[in-house]
């Protein structure tokens, strides 16, 4: 079968507004004041006025497609249901909830996309400063600006290597997947490419466009990206349970891979299941969080606890396709979403404005995914009620 790469997955399907929770009883006070129901292990509030989103989210949830995972709905100030579904963690007999860690893959797009709105805010960078400023040795990336590669309209190709030799070469794809490589290869293979398209003149998902912004953070700073998202980011939201890749950090057991998923040997390139370190996708998909950290950061993001209006606005400008680290999924209505995915896991953060329940935040956490098109029916259900 055909190798794809599906890591750092850009947002095709659309994944529900849930999460996940209970193999007992939740931790306070994420949960306080919401039902619990043992059979079903949801929590959900009791208020009238969430009827509809409540009974959307138990039909779903209760569907036997229902991939295994974490699922949460909530609004600036309260949740509204919570499920853990079928996995456990690497216990054996905690179901997975709100706290339990996967790997968002490229939900890690919004973390870097804040971080470089914030350095903007203190005046360290402009988001039309030139590459070359950063990479003057980039020659081929005359044109290319900060903001063209929050926004994906720089041409630059998806990987840093080309897709058919990451393809074909396995020693070349085990070695790119395990952190093998320093920043000064990746930099290398990357600088002599040719871009796909002239600046600009189109959008096209790309994971190096936020590699590179991680290392221009590393550059402004002197701190590794890790280190800075965990002093301004984590810190401030109250994300105990997040980090970016550490070894033998996950708590969440990732479901068997399906074979033929991929044209290698899958448990020799990660025979932990999971990423390890994973340096050369920092900034575009190396992070690992948990629906309640996800959802503080979610309402501290749009609160303005993190950045200020005036950088929301450039972070959801979607106009020419891409926000910063957001697509626009609305349809009455804008919707903000944005997926990843990596070997094991399959994540969903979706955020939106309604004028009945205010803000509306959907975290949806898997361990691999087995049916696709049910995230995205019920994505669609939601959006179809709020």
């Known amino acids: 079968m055909r190798y794809r790469i599906r890591f750092f997955l850009i947002p095709v399907i659309i994944a529900a507004m849930l999460t996940g929770c209970a193999a007992g009883k939740s931790s306070m006070p994420f949960t306080e004041g919401l039902a619990y129901d043992e059979a079903d292990h949801t929590w959900t509030t009791q208020e009238e006025a969430f009827r509809k989103p409540v009974r ?26 919570l499920c853990g579904v079928s996995a456990v963690e690497t216990d054996g007999a905690t179901r997975v909830n709100e706290y339990t860690v996967f790997e968002i893959g490229s939900v890690t797009k919004t973390f870097t996309a804040t971080a470089v709105l914030q350095l903007w805010e203190q005046g360290k960078l402009d988001l039309d ?3 070359g400023k950063y990479f003057p040795e980039f020659e081929k990336g005359a044109g290319i600006t900060i903001r063209r590669l929050l926004h994906m309209q720089s041409g630059l190709r998806r990987e840093f290597f080309p897709a058919e030799d990451l393809e074909n070469d396995h020693d070349l794809l085990k070695k790119y997947y395990t952190d093998g490589f320093s920043d000064e290869e990746l930099l290398a293979a990357l600088f002599e490419a040719e871009p796909g398209h002239v600046p600009e003149t189109g959008y096209e998902y790309s994971n190096v466009n936020y590699t590179l912004l991680a290392i221009i953070i590393e550059k402004i700073t002197g701190k590794s990206y890790g280190a800075y998202i965990r002093e301004h980011i984590f810190s401030v939201c109250g994300m105990e349970h997040s980090y970016c890749t550490e070894p033998g950090r996950l708590t969440s057991v990732p479901e068997p891979v399906p074979e033929g998923t991929y044209a290698f040997d899958f448990n020799d390139v990660f025979p932990t299941g999971y990423m390890s370190d994973f340096r050369t996708a920092r900034g575009a998909g190396d992070i690992c969080s948990c629906a309640a950290d996800l959802l503080a950061f979610d309402r501290a993001l749009t609160g303005g606890k993190l950045i200020s209006r005036e950088s929301l606005d450039e972070m959801f400008n979607t106009e020419n396709g891409y926000g910063c680290g957001w697509l626009n999924v609305g349809r009455l209505e804008p919707a903000y979403l944005h997926s990843g995915g990596t070997p094991s896991y399959i994540s969903h953060n979706l955020y939106c404005r309604t004028k009945k329940y205010g803000s509306l935040y959907l975290i949806i956490l898997n361990p691999s995914l087995r049916n696709p098109s049910h995230a995205e029916g019920i994505i669609k259900n939601i959006l179809m009620n709020y």
């Open 129 to 131: 400063d030139p590459l």
């Open 56 to 81: 959307i989210m138990r039909q779903e949830c209760s569907a036997p497609d229902t991939d295994s995972g974490v699922y949460l709905l909530a609004t600036d100030d309260r949740v509204i249901f």
